[in-house]
């Protein structure tokens, strides 16, 4: 699995010896998306064309405080809640998803 911007390198690298249908034929994508990730440093491959390169695709994500998450940001992982939702602790200690405890801010 690879983080986008680590794909991006490998693939330019990999591009300096090789040409475009070379590395057709090695991925399971086409030509405009290999010549896009070398190109283009704001392309973001939609989640199918993730899942066949290996990229780590971009998942929704529901910011409970009303603050924006940017795009890209990054996350250790995430862990379930016994009510099933996921979520991404914001301390080690944090069992419960932000619906079933509420963030309280620092205290
Ligand atoms: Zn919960």
């Known amino acids: 699995m690879y983080e986008l911007s680590a794909f991006r390198d490998k693939i330019r690298a990999e591009k300096d ?3 475009y249908d070379e590395l057709a034929e090695k991925y399971p ?6 010549w896009m990730l070398v190109t283009q440093d704001d392309y973001r491959p939609t989640n199918e064309i993730c899942d066949k390169l290996d990229i780590v695709r971009d998942v929704p994500v529901t910011p409970v405080n009303g603050r ?3 795009a ?3 996350v250790l992982m995430a862990q379930f809640c016994e009510c099933g ?3 991404i602790p914001n301390t080690p200690k944090r069992k419960k998803c932000f619906i079933c405890s509420k963030y309280r801010g620092k205290k």
Do not use: D, K, S
């Open 17 to 19: 010896t090789a040409t």
């Open 29 to 34: 994508v086409n030509r405009w998306h290999l």
């Open 68 to 70: 924006p998450i940017p």
């Open 72 to 74: 890209g940001a990054q």
């Open 85 to 87: 939702r996921a979520f």
